[in-house]
C-alpha cells in the first residue's frame, strides 16, 4: 500500500479506502508422535508431525466501513484467498471444495471471506449489515494467523464451525449493549449446496461491556436449525468472557460450547451395516452410546482459557489451558476426553515479522487418540498423550 500511495495515482487510492495486503506464514515442529504423516492429530493447524510446512499464504483485498462518523451511511467489503495446508480446515462444501473431498490435496487454496458490509449509522447507535461468506461470529481464536494468540489452536477451536454464508446484522444498543442476528445456509456449507447440507439456519448474540471496557461478556447462539445430520451441521451454543486486570500488562479469555447433532450414522464395531450408507462425505459418524443403533444424538463440549501478559512493544506470554470431551467421538474420531496445556511466546521484529514459538501438552483420557498409523484411514491412536514444540513465522506484506 505504501508503493501504491506513493505512485501516481496514490490520493486517489487513498480516497477510495480501498487496501491491498496480506502475509506469508509457515511453521515448523518437533512431537513425540512419529507414527504416520498426519500423527500430530488432533493438534491443529501443526497435524503433520516433525515437518516444516507452508501453512498459509493470504492475501487481503478490502475496504472498511468507517463506523465511527454517524452523519451518513458507508460501505465496505472484503475478499480473501487463502493457499496453504490450512484449507483443509476452511474449506466449506461449494467453494472449491472438491480439492478436500474429493481429491483430498494436501494444499490448496479456498476464498475464507466474500462479503460485503453495509454501514446504517441512524439505526440505535449504529448497524452494519453483513452479507456473503464470513467468519463464524464467536471463538476467542480464528482461521486467519494473525488473529490468533498462537501458533497451534486449541482443540474447541480446531473442532468449531468457521465460516457461514448469509446475512448477519451488528447493531450497537449503547455504550454497554450489543446485539447480533443472522441467517445462514449453515456451517461452512454454501447456500447452492442445497439440501439436506445447506438449510436455514439462525444465528443469534449478545454482548455486554462494562468497567470501562475491562470486562466483556458475549453469549451466542452460533446456530440452530433441525440439527439432522449433514455436513458439519453442528447446532452451538456459546459463552465467551473477556477480562482485563485494572491497569496492568495482564488480561484473559475464556471460552465454553456446547454443540451437538442428531440422527448421526454409528460407525461403532457393532453398528448395523446399514448405518455406514448413511455417512456424507466429510462428515463423521459416531460411536453411539448403545452400540448396536442404527444412528444417535452426537454431543460435545469444551472449554478453554487463555492467560496473555504484553512485555513492552515487542513481546508478549501466552499460557492455555482447555478441556474438551467428545462424548461420541464425532469430532475428533475418538470418543474421549482431552486437556491441553500450552505455553508460547510472541515476538515482534519490526513490524513486518511475527515469530510464534510454543510448548504443547496434551493428553487423552478415555483412549488413546494420538500416533495414529494413519489418520484418513481412521485408524485409531496408539498414544494417550503428546508433546509437541512448535513455532511459525509471519511475514506480513
Not at 488473529?147 to 444498543?173: M, V
Not at 455504550?175 to 443472522?182: A, D, I, K, R, Y
Not at 510448548?359 to 495414529?372: G, K, M, Q
Not at 484418513?376 to 513465522?393: E, V
Amino acid at each position: 500500500m505504501q508503493a501504491l500511495w506513493s505512485g501516481p495515482n496514490g490520493d486517489a487510492w487513498k480516497k477510495s479506502g480501498v487496501q491491498i495486503y496480506g502475509w506469508l506464514n509457515a511453521g515448523c515442529n518437533v512431537s513425540t508422535s512419529h507414527k504416520s504423516r498426519y500423527a500430530n492429530f488432533p493438534e491443529a493447524y501443526a497435524e503433520i508431525s516433525d515437518a516444516c510446512l507452508p501453512d498459509q499464504q493470504v492475501l487481503y483485498i478490502e475496504r472498511q466501513p468507517d463506523t465511527v462518523r454517524t452523519d451518513h451511511f458507508d460501505w465496505g467489503f472484503r475478499f480473501t484467498s487463502l493457499y496453504g495446508l490450512d484449507y483443509r480446515f476452511t474449506t466449506a462444501k461449494g467453494y472449491f471444495s472438491n480439492q478436500l473431498l474429493g481429491k483430498n490435496y494436501e494444499y490448496g487454496y479456498d476464498l475464507v471471506m466474500a462479503y460485503v458490509d453495509l454501514y446504517f449509522p441512524h439505526v440505535a447507535d449504529g448497524m452494519n449489515v453483513r452479507i456473503g461468506r464470513y467468519i463464524s461470529l464467536p471463538d476467542i481464536e480464528a482461521q486467519l494467523a494473525p488473529n490468533n494468540y498462537t501458533y497451534s489452536h486449541s482443540l474447541l477451536y480446531t473442532f468449531d464451525a468457521y465460516t457461514q454464508t448469509g446475512i448477519n446484522t451488528t447493531t450497537r444498543l449503547s455504550n454497554h449493549w450489543m446485539v447480533q442476528l443472522g441467517l445462514s445456509a449453515g456451517n461452512d456449507v454454501a447456500p447452492w449446496v442445497g439440501e439436506p447440507n445447506a438449510k436455514p439456519t439462525f444465528n443469534g448474540c449478545v454482548a455486554y461491556t462494562w468497567q470501562e471496557g475491562r470486562d466483556n461478556h458475549y453469549a451466542c447462539i452460533n446456530s440452530l436449525n433441525s440439527g439432522k445430520y449433514a455436513y458439519n451441521n453442528v447446532q452451538s451454543i456459546y459463552y465467551t468472557w473477556f477480562h482485563k486486570f485494572g491497569s496492568s500488562p495482564w488480561h484473559m479469555g475464556t471460552e465454553w460450547w456446547y454443540m451437538w447433532e442428531n440422527q448421526v450414522p454409528n460407525i461403532g464395531p457393532s453398528a448395523p451395516s446399514a448405518a455406514s450408507s448413511l455417512l456424507t462425505t466429510g462428515a463423521n459418524g459416531a460411536f453411539c452410546n448403545n452400540p448396536t443403533a442404527l444412528t444417535c444424538r452426537a454431543a460435545e463440549q469444551a472449554v478453554v482459557n487463555y492467560v496473555e501478559r504484553q512485555f513492552a512493544k515487542h513481546g508478549y506470554l501466552t499460557i492455555r489451558n482447555e478441556f474438551f470431551d467428545d462424548m461420541q467421538g464425532q469430532r475428533t474420531g475418538t470418543k474421549t476426553k482431552y486437556s491441553e496445556h500450552l505455553i508460547g511466546w510472541g515476538h515482534w521484529i519490526g513490524t513486518t515479522i511475527l515469530l510464534r514459538p510454543e510448548l504443547r501438552f496434551e493428553h487423552s483420557y478415555n483412549l488413546p487418540a494420538y500416533d495414529s498409523p494413519c489418520v484418513p484411514c481412521g485408524m485409531p491412536g496408539t498414544k494417550k498423550s503428546q508433546l509437541t514444540f512448535a513455532s511459525d513465522a509471519i511475514f506480513f506484506f
